[in-house]
Structure formats: C-alpha cells, structure tokens
Nanobody
Framework: VQLQASGGGLVQAGDSLRLSCAGS?????????????MGWFRQAPGREREFVSS????????YYADSVRGRFTISRDNAKNTVYLQMNGMKPDDTAVYYC???????????????????WGQGTQVTVSS
C-alpha cells in the first residue's frame, strides 16, 4: 500500500485544516487500504513521532490523543481510498509533519504505538503561527 498525505500548510492559531491520506496499491497479502485500520501521527522537530488519531477499517470507531480530542476529527471514505483528518481550533503546538499509516493486522484498534503501523506516507507539513 502506498500512502500520500496532503493538505498541510501554514495557518494561524484558531484556524482549521483538513488533511487527506490517499492510498493506492495493495499490501503484501493483497489487501487495499480499505481493509485496514488507519492512523495519523505527527512529528515535531527534535521530538519523537506521536500518535494523533486512528480509525477502524469500517470507520465505526475512532481514537484520539488527549491533546487533540475535541478539536480533531478523523474520517474515511473507503470508496475513495482516502482517510481525512479535520483539524479545528489549531494551536502552535500542533506544528509538525503529519503522517498517515496502515495499522498492522493483529494490533489493538486503540494502539498508539508507531510500531503497530506500517506503509507510512511521506508526511505533510503543518505550521501553526501564534
């Protein structure tokens, strides 16, 4: 599975952005992105990659980091092989490169560990000015 994240940019505190993660191709066992749970992570300079949000393959359950809960919303459109991250009320602390990834089979849907994800996209830069 190949993932392409897009939608990043420079915004002011309080603004909104919507990130997209478009998937193509299949995994090593032949499944497309629509078969898997998906996650968003972010990494700020000098910091470790951290979990932001995830969604089950059907889209019926979503999980959020405490730092973004109530401000960010994850969703997916399996017909378009795309996962979205709607970010509202953005803060300077949200500044980071945002990555999407496929959650490995057998991992818990609520996992926040980067180790439990694979097929990482290239990332999209989000910068929030104060």
């Amino acid at each position: 599975v190949q993932l392409q994240a897009s939608g990043g940019g420079l915004v002011q505190a309080g603004d909104s952005l919507r990130l997209s993660c478009a998937g193509s191709g299949r995994s090593n066992v032949g499944y497309g992105m629509d078969y898997y749970g998906m996650g968003w992570f972010r990494q700020a300079p000098g910091r470790e990659r951290e979990f932001v949000s995830s969604i089950t393959r059907s889209g019926d359950s979503a999980y959020y980091a405490d730092s973004v809960r109530g401000r960010f919303t994850i969703s997916r459109d399996n017909a378009k092989n795309t996962v979205y991250l709607q970010m509202n009320g953005m803060k300077p602390d949200d500044t980071a490169v945002y990555y999407c990834a496929v959650r490995k089979e057998g991992s818990y849907p609520w996992t926040t560990l980067p180790f439990d994800y694979r097929y990482w996209g290239q990332g999209t830069q989000v910068t929030v000015s104060s």
